[in-house]
């Protein structure tokens, strides 16, 4: 059989650097896939004799975009480690950074990112702004309204994408894969859509705004220390609270009447497009609590997994049953190793010469994956020997499993409103349809822990929690939670009170890592298969659906020793082995 | 250097090179509710904070219109895209944003829709087409290690090293971007296991330094438009940083400053004295050897910043500032200074000028602190 390789690279609308090679058969097919990163930056090394309090400033540089997720992991995992409380008022402070944060990247991620995949803007041009108009009520959610869709205003983008057209030269929309066979909106359907794209990035700005309130500033907010939050001159301000309740409201009436909508067309848009509804071949997802409410509850509380699709099975996590594996990622092989024991030696081994389908769809000479051998930055993680997704997919049907209330309800009613079975969420369209409804999610809920937070405030005014490193004694603690791209979790070992060693396990990692040892392949390689592609000269169905995921690279790649460095090593203590 | 004259000279040469949109700027923004009011408006803020005189100000406005004839090129390299995020931030006036999608940004890969083979061609043509007159941007470190192979990009797996300097050959001006791209960022604190240098310690063209962690968008627009004004790179401090942006340091427009003046300081955090705003030098503030303008602009909107949210400053548009200001709740004069930078030269002298300013501020927080009578 006569098979060909594909090789994408950049994948562009990502953070970081990233490559993916499917091979197709005559008929297009895709009978294998190869997800590669292609830079390494070792912030582990780095942290290794730092000042514990300085690891959140040093892990929050793993990345700009979840600009938020690995600050919180990187403190409260040093606070884990010398056994430390945080108050209340500092956990739920840090809950409402985390709804800014989820607010800010879903829908940056839906409309600036990933939008481009479904939406044809050139396309828009052809629709009639009054029915676009009108078409927008069908989708919104029970109660609300459209937003951005009067027919006043679709014209108005229809002009100002027809300026921008006339131009002559698109700038960064250049060489998009508009007209594509697999783009599935009626004009109208693209018009109101890129009508949200441009509100979008007035809205992610409030949501950036949100998270400054209490957080100082967004990227890379400053407002937390081992121990607790320090914007308590905020924290006391009514005019500094209202602000955020009243950004709150206006992001989670956004996320109902856009973002909500908007997937509910897609779904109705796409239900028949093979490559976006093909079923993943993975069928195992895995979660962790996230968003603190209250002194016991969270939003979304399960800490387990599901198997082989079963909704009707949760099982709980074992921390210890966490590895990861080398075999395909550019460091001398361990074997399965638990992130406390882990161990990397550097390898790089590079592409090896092939042959790829360029953009005109030749045969022509390009660097490949040494499939047999190493081809990644990325390790393997598995849970019990065995891949997982993680993500807003994962965090939904878990947590439905587990039977959320509230997730049952967002995820019920969203599914009745399509006419989609369950079955559906297990798919590229599923995948963008979860990260939506775990937004909706927090629009409807979430304001429960800012109440929480108020009521506490008017009786308890500390954010801090006092704490000493001793010197002599040795400590460890980690950190696992749900962040926008899924589960992430930190481990440290602290000595000499400074850090001996430091681990992260990210989702993208999960996600995005090449086989594993046994052959085992991750998401976003085994669930390309079997995928047609209309052209392979302009793969865009697979560039949508790495896409779905939300792929992080630079959290990805970051996770590495130099040379001969061990990391350090110790037993897993059970005490952590359950949530 | 402030002559009108010359900058008019220089945006009258711009306006004979072809543009790419049909349309000037003014009648774009008018099209989109802005009032040529507003523009001049704008136009004079941004002139302020590039520190010219309000005169210069119809001299902006023109520099703006005639930024189409500027393509832009993005290129990440060792990052966490935070650099990108921050430009995406920028609102008021919204007008930066329409300025920003103005100059013709050809390549980006953050927002650009093509991937893949699609984004070859398009940063190939870029190159091509423009060549010479292009704005690069550089956000990341550039590995430079071992022949730089812990980064490659694209389908020949060219190294990030070799597509920077071959993309740098033909850059009308180079600006690195935050505080990895001018001086290496985190992935070069030590022990920097991939090399990561900030992008001028390999190329031989002049680079203007844009740092931060990440950089105002305010400050990233400012120096393209400065670029447009002059020609050149705008004036610049030590570090090769705009002096308009990086000219003052944070302590010296602090709102917390009188706090500092008349020794009130917080001890700790969650105190009542970080209730009451005090100063936070004692609790590890660099704002003192800091060179922003963090505390006049802010984030956000104006929002916020680190110090009102009650955390100090970590220092984060200096060189070497992961090592050389840690840690970071600590003042910096309380503990030996020891930098593990490679480029030894550079830091020591930047250790003594550190050392001495260190000491002398904490000479002083000592000394108010013992007049305080609240203490």
Not at chain 2, 38 to 57: E, H, I, N
Request: proline share 5%; charged share 25%; hydrophobic share 40%.
């Amino acid at each position: 059989m006569a098979t060909k390789r594909v090789v994408i690279d950049p994948i562009t609308r990502i953070e970081g650097h990233l490559r993916v090679e499917v091979v197709i058969d005559e008929n297009n097919v895709i009978k294998d896939a190869y997800s590669s990163a292609t830079l390494w930056r070792g912030i582990e090394v780095i942290l290794k004799g730092r000042d514990p309090r300085d690891a959140g400033f040093m892990t929050q540089r793993i990345c700009g975009v979840c600009t938020y997720s690995h600050y919180k992991a990187g403190i409260t995992a040093v606070e884990n480690a010398l056994g430390i409380k945080p108050p209340l008022n500092a956990l739920l402070t840090r809950t409402l950074l985390d709804f800014a944060l989820f607010f800010h990247d879903h829908i940056v991620h839906f409309y600036q990112l990933h939008a481009l995949d479904w939406v044809d803007i050139l396309s828009a041009l052809q629709a009639d702004p009054k029915k676009a108009s009108e078409e927008a009520f069908k989708y919104v959610p029970k109660g609300y309204n459209p937003i951005a869709t009067g027919e006043d205003e679709l014209r108005e983008v229809q002009k100002r994408v027809a300026n921008f057209a006339k131009k002559g030269d698109l700038g960064p929309f250049k060489n998009a894969y508009f007209g594509h066979k697999t783009m599935k909106f009626t004009p109208e359907q693209n018009l109101i859509a890129l009508s949200h794209y441009l509100k979008t990035l007035e809205m992610q700005r409030i949501a950036a705004q949100m998270m400054a309130i209490f957080g100082g500033k967004n990227p890379h907010p400053q407002s937390l220390t081992v121990g607790g939050v320090t914007c308590i001159m905020d924290l006391q301000d009514p005019a500094r609270l209202a602000e955020y309740m009243t950004k709150f409201k206006e992001l989670a009436d956004y996320t109902n009447r856009a973002y909500y909508a908007d997937i509910v067309m897609a779904a109705a848009a796409y239900g028949n497009e093979p490559s976006v509804v093909q079923k993943n071949n993975l069928g195992n997802y895995l979660t962790y609590r996230t968003m603190q409410t209250s002194a016991n509850g969270w939003l979304f509380d399960a800490c387990g997994y599901i198997k082989d699709f079963d909704l009707g099975k949760f099982y709980e996590i074992d921390e210890s049953k966490i590895e990861e594996d080398v075999t395909h990622s550019w460091y001398k092989d361990t074997g399965f190793r638990h992130p406390y024991n882990g161990e990397t030696i550097p390898d790089y081994t590079g592409y090896v010469d092939g042959e790829s389908v360029d953009g005109e769809g030749n045969l022509v000479k390009a660097k490949v994956a040494n499939e047999k051998g190493k081809y990644s930055w990325i390790k393997s993680p598995r849970y019990d020997k065995e891949p997982m997704e993680v993500g807003p997919l994962a965090c939904m049907v878990v947590n439905y499993a587990k039977g959320n209330e509230k997730v049952r309800k967002v995820v019920d009613e969203f599914l009745a409103q399509t006419g989609l079975p369950a079955e559906a969420l297990f798919t590229t369209l599923g995948r963008t349809a979860a990260r939506m409804l775990q937004t909706k999610t927090i629009a409807d809920y979430g304001l429960e822990a800012f109440n929480n937070l108020v009521e506490n405030l008017k009786v308890d005014q500390s954010t801090v929690a006092p704490y000493v490193i001793d010197k002599n004694k040795e400590y460890k603690g980690r950190f696992i939670g749900d962040v926008p791209r899924g589960m992430l979790s930190h481990w440290c070992r602290i000595k000499d009170g400074v850090i001996e060693n430091w681990q992260a396990v990210v989702p993208s990692t999960w996600n995005a890592g090449p086989a594993d040892g046994n052959g085992k392949k991750g998401a976003y390689e085994v669930n390309l298969i079997g995928m047609k592609l209309a052209d392979p000269a302009k793969p865009l169905e697979v560039i949508r659906n790495i896409h779905s995921y939300d792929p992080c690279i630079a959290c990805a790649v970051h996770v590495m020793d130099v040379k001969g460095k061990k990391l350090g090593e110790f037993k897993v203590d059970p005490l952590y082995g359950a949530c | 250097m402030l002559d009108v004259q010359k900058v008019k000279q220089r945006i009258a040469e711009l306006r004979k090179l072809p543009g790419i949109a049909p349309k000037s700027i003014s009648e774009i923004l008018e099209e989109n509710g802005f009032t040529r009011r507003d523009f001049l408006k704008w136009s004079g803020a941004l002139a302020v904070t590039l520190g010219l005189p309000a005169s210069f100000a119809p001299v902006v406005a023109e520099a703006a219109e005639v930024s189409d004839r500027l393509p832009v090129v993005w290129l990440h390299l060792a990052e966490c895209t935070g650099c990108s995020e921050s430009l995406l931030r920028t609102d008021a006036p919204t007008i930066d944003d329409l300025i920003f999608n103005y100059i013709n940004l050809q390549y980006h890969d953050t927002i650009m829709a093509a991937a893949g083979w699609q984004a070859e061609e398009n940063y190939e043509d870029a190159l091509e087409k423009f060549k010479g007159r292009y704005v690069l941007c550089v956000e990341g470190g550039v590995p430079t290690k071992d022949g730089g192979e812990y980064l490659t990009i694209g389908p020949h797996a060219e190294t990030g090293l070799h597509k920077l300097k071959r993309t740098a050959k033909d850059a009308a001006a180079i600006i690195a971007v935050g505080t990895c791209s001018s001086f290496g960022g985190i992935q070069a604190a030590a022990p920097n296991p991939t090399g990561a240098k900030g992008i001028h310690k390999v190329l031989s063209k002049p680079v203007i330094n844009v740092p931060g962690c990440p950089p105002s968008a305010k400050n990233i627009v400012g120096t393209i438009v400065y670029v447009i004004l002059f020609g050149q790179l705008p004036a610049v401090d030590n570090f090769n940083r705009p002096k308009f942006a990086y000219g003052l340091r944070i302590h010296d427009l602090c709102e917390r400053r009188g706090h500092f003046d008349a020794g009130e300081f917080v001890e700790e955090f969650g105190s009542e004295e970080a209730m009451n705003g005090f100063c936070l030098y004692k609790k590890g503030c660099k704002g003192p050897y800091t060179f922003n303008n963090c505390s006049r602009e802010r984030f956000n909107q104006h929002t916020s910043w680190p110090v009102q949210a009650g955390h100090g400053c970590i220092g984060c548009s200096e060189p070497d500032f992961w090592d050389s200001m840690a840690p970071y709740e600590e003042p910096l004069a309380n503990h030996k200074f020891s930098s593990v930078s490679a480029d030894a030269t550079a830091d020591k002298v930047g250790i003594t000028i550190l050392t001495v300013a260190g000491v002398a501020i904490a000479a002083h927080a000592a000394i108010s602190a013992i007049k305080n009578p609240k203490e």
